[in-house]
């Protein structure tokens, strides 16, 4: 089971950190993904990392001003957004996969957290 949270509203320019706490003992095992949706549109990928060597990847829209992490210790993976824009605003969900390759699809991913709002406006 997923957990996101630290959405929230913030001004152009702004940063924001999400977390994403997950249950069990297999936390580890995972690739793990943030993605996005805004209303009207499809979920789109955000960020990745690997269950090996914390690799990182990030589709060009946010490469710069975001970093995914990843703490095995305590199940927990997190977002570090910064230079927030007007569209980066919609609901954020981190997603764990257990595929032998990290995937820029939503959907391939085995399981979801229910999001957290984000909402980049003055």
């Known amino acids: 089971q997923l957990q996101a949270s630290g959405g929230g509203l913030v001004q152009p320019g702004g940063s924001l950190r999400l977390s994403c706490s997950a249950s069990?003992?297999?936390?580890?095992?995972?690739?793990m993904g943030w993605f996005r949706q805004a209303p009207g549109k499809e979920r789109e990928f955000v960020a990745a990392?690997?269950?090996?060597?914390?690799?990182?990847y990030y589709p060009d829209s946010v490469k710069g001003r975001f970093i995914i992490s990843r703490d095995n210790a305590k199940n927990t993976m997190f977002l570090q957004m910064s230079g927030l824009k007007p569209e980066d605003t919609a609901i954020y969900y981190c997603?764990?996969?257990?595929?032998?390759?990290?995937?820029?699809?939503?959907?391939?991913?085995?399981?979801w957290g229910q999001g957290t709002l984000v909402t980049v406006s003055s």
């Open positions: 997603a764990a996969d257990l595929s032998w390759k990290v995937s820029f699809s939503h959907t391939t991913y085995d399981f």
């Open positions: 069990g003992h297999a936390f580890s095992m995972y690739n």
């Open positions: 990392i690997s269950r090996v060597n914390a690799m990182t």
